[in-house]
T-cell receptor, first 114, second 115 residues
Framework: DGGITQSPKYLFRKEGQNVTLSCEQN?????MYWYRQDPGQGLRLIYY???????QKGDIAEGYSVSREKKESFPLTVTSAQKNPTAFYLC?????????????FGPGTRLTVL | SQQGEEDPQALSIQEGENATMNCSYK?????LQWYRQNSGRGLVHLIL?????REKHSGRLRVTLDTSKKSSSLLITASRAADTASYFC???????????????FGQGTILTVHP
């Protein structure tokens, strides 16, 4: 099956801890994205990567970090510097960079800070 | 600020009725996309309409784009209970500038279809 997977589905974090959210795709897509969704809101872009070993900040990158060492993987670390990390996190990929094609979304990770 | 703004915020209809959702945006776009999200799930792409297109169809979905009014509409005909979901429009700005190629999502319309 081709697709994009995220793990874990639910994640609980204590204040002051860093956590890493996994995103993997086997669609052979060049571009990958991380979004944050708060209740009743649309998606906001955290980071995106157009190609391996390259990534750019989105609209709300503060308190987050990413890496893109492999084409298939784009993990997101939520650091202790992120003051309000409780949210639903969505990873997406697209065949080419930018929004000129549809984006394919993973099922999401719901992060809760205790 | 959000580029796309959907209207209405919530829509409740009976099965078999048509549902129309609207999206307005502020700057020139390359394309506009509609996505669907079931509760607690990821988004699913529905339709992409480019700035030089006025209308597109996909099954029971019809999307229109009016670039002079900077607005789009999504029509779902003969709705079903399974259409219950949130619907988002997302815009990609025209080439140039720091927003090049990035999708910007609206806040969505929550559609409830009663059986």
């Amino acid at each position: 099956d081709g697709g994009i997977t995220q793990s874990p589905k639910y994640l609980f974090r204590k204040e002051g801890q860093n956590v890493t959210l996994s995103c993997e795709q086997n669609l052979n897509h060049d571009a990958m994205y991380w979004y944050r969704q708060d209740p009743g809101q649309g998606l906001r872009l955290i980071y995106y990567s157009q190609i391996v070993n390259d990534f750019q900040k989105g609209d709300i990158a503060e308190g987050y970090s990413v890496s893109r060492e492999k084409k298939e993987s784009f993990p997101l670390t939520v650091t202790s510097a992120q003051k309000n990390p409780t949210a639903f996190y969505l990873c997406a990929s697209s065949p080419a960079s930018g929004g000129y094609n549809e984006q394919f979304f993973g099922p999401g990770t719901r992060l809760t800070v205790l | 600020s959000q580029q796309g703004e959907e209207d209405p915020q919530a829509l409740s209809i009976q099965e078999g009725e048509n549902a129309t959702m609207n999206c307005s945006y502020k700057t020139s776009i390359n394309n506009l996309q509609w996505y669907r999200q079931n509760s607690g799930r990821g988004l699913v792409h529905l339709i992409l309409i480019r700035s030089n297109e006025r209308e597109k169809h996909s099954g029971r979905l019809r999307v229109t784009l009016d670039t002079s009014k900077k607005s789009s509409s999504l029509l779902i005909t003969a709705s079903r209970a399974a259409d219950t979901a949130s619907y988002f429009c997302a815009t990609v700005p025209s080439a140039g500038g720091t927003s090049y190629g990035k999708l910007t999502f609206g806040q969505g319309t929550i559609l409830t279809v009663h059986p």
